[in-house]
């Protein structure tokens, strides 16, 4: 077996993008080649953007984003930054791709659902073909305190595109511990909000919520339309420009929220928000979203296809409430009793959730299937 | 009562009396949520014991995990 093939067989992915690229190298006329090289001529509108100019083009070119989360907002955000020419761009995902995620995930496109294709290969594929010089790594992984340790060595930024406070409020700790910038977003409906976290300078993550909740709306319980998710986006990738380019200065320092629908934007001005004793940021940091005891439990039930998901900390959910706001999703068959909510899913796959928030997803024994299932229902 | 919420003019019954009586009336008592009332930033204890008035300033802004 020749070297080549071997390189075909574990990566068929990057080496048929490179015969892609071969291809249209051969139809391109030498003029347009010159000017697909020339990274001055690529950024060119960029580089005019006197805040910018060729110096803060440069700094992007060095820079290394950390993007956790391939759904919506994963996909533009990490589609801006590379069509903006930052120098490396990882993106982390567990999911793949479906039907229901075409209408906002731009990366992604029909083939993509019809073969189930992880988002975070999907994105690479995609984000290779929009800009060749950016280095992209891709990583199919439910992303928890372990590897974000790891993923996050060395970057610049991390950028949210989770669904879940879970994964952010362990983000925020890393971000922390490393001294590493990372800008939150979320969005559902018609609503988004955002806020940029620089160690140091601002509030984090922990002193304005100072736990996970439970039970929120999410983009399956209530919907989202594009715009929304455009709008978080927009913002988010602003901020990282800014930080990136080194235009500290120029940075929002607000907690943002609006609301597309109902015509309203709030932003807050959040620097006084900075808790001295918060467990994160505070003088005395203990990072507790690192710790064991700080994060979910997840484990497969011995010989019952039955994954169990303990939050990690006890709630006390109010099951005739989260049964009326499931009940708006008239394909799962509902059923409450004084201690447990039941919900088919689909493919004989079934949730049952108990008052303290511990959830049992039956029909499966693969973990990261489950936490995406439970994050996705229950916030 | 006549309060600015989030840039807009709103009449709220005069029944609602402190910061979290009036989350609760707009359906966001469950949530995380930061209030900024006369441009000051509550903390979360004081949503209780703050008492509200006609011509309040009100910004509130809920936290959301999609995404």
Avoid at chain 1, 84 to 110: H, P
Wanted: net charge negative.
């Amino acid at each position: 077996m020749s070297l080549e093939h071997t390189k075909e067989e574990l990566d068929p992915i990057s080496s048929s993008s490179t015969a892609e690229n071969k291809e249209a190298a051969t139809i391109l006329q030498p003029d347009a080649s010159t000017q697909l090289a020339d990274p001055h001529h690529r950024y060119s509108r960029q580089e005019l953007f006197a805040p910018l100019g060729k110096t803060g083009q440069n700094e992007l070119a060095r820079a290394s984003v950390l993007i956790i989360g391939a759904g919506a907002l994963g996909s533009s955000s990490a589609e801006t930054l590379v069509r903006a020419g930052v120098g490396k761009v990882i993106i982390a995902d567990r999911d793949y791709v479906e039907w229901s995620n075409l209408q906002r995930q731009q990366l992604f496109t029909e083939e993509d659902a019809a073969k189930r294709t992880p988002k975070a290969i999907a994105a690479r594929d995609r984000l290779v073909q929009i800009n060749s010089s950016v280095k992209i790594e891709a990583h199919i992984a439910d992303v928890t305190a372990d590897e974000l340790g790891e993923l996050a060595r060395d970057v610049d930024l991390i950028m949210d595109a989770t669904d879940n406070f879970e994964t952010r409020l362990t983000i925020n700790d890393i971000s922390q511990k490393y001294n590493i910038p990372w800008i939150y977003g979320g969005c559902v409906g018609s609503y988004g909000i955002t806020f940029t976290i620089v160690p140091g300078v601002t509030p984090c993550l922990q002193c304005l919520m100072e736990s996970a909740p439970l039970g929120g709306d999410t983009c399956d319980t209530s919907g989202i339309i594009p715009p929304a998710v455009q709008m978080v986006v927009a913002h988010q990738t602003t901020e990282a420009i800014k930080l990136l380019s080194g235009n500290h200065d120029q940075l929002r320092g607000t907690l943002l929220s609006f609301d597309l629908w109902k015509n309203e934007q709030v932003s807050i001005k959040m620097n006084a928000a900075r808790k001295p004793d918060c467990p994160s940021c505070g003088a005395h940091p203990t990072y507790p979203h690192l710790s064991h005891e700080g994060q979910s439990k997840s484990e497969v039930l011995c010989g019952r296809d039955t994954v169990q998901i303990r939050p990690a900390h006890r709630q006390k959910l109010d099951l005739q409430q989260t049964a009326r706001r499931l009940q708006k999703l008239e394909q799962h068959e509902i059923s409450v009793n004084p201690f447990l909510l039941s919900m088919t899913i689909d493919q004989g796959r079934r949730m049952v959730v108990f008052q303290d928030g511990r959830v049992m997803v039956h029909g499966t024994k693969d973990i990261a299937e489950a936490r995406s299932l439970y994050h996705r229902y229950f916030g | 009562m006549e309060l600015m919420i989030n840039g807009k003019s709103r009449s709220v019954s005069p029944d609602v009396r402190t910061i979290e009586q009036l989350l609760q009336s707009l359906q966001l008592g469950e949530k995380r949520v930061i209030v900024e009332w006369n441009q000051q930033i509550l903390q979360k204890e004081e949503h209780g014991t703050t008492m509200i008035e006609s011509g309040d300033t009100l910004e509130i802004v809920h936290f959301v995990g999609g995404g």
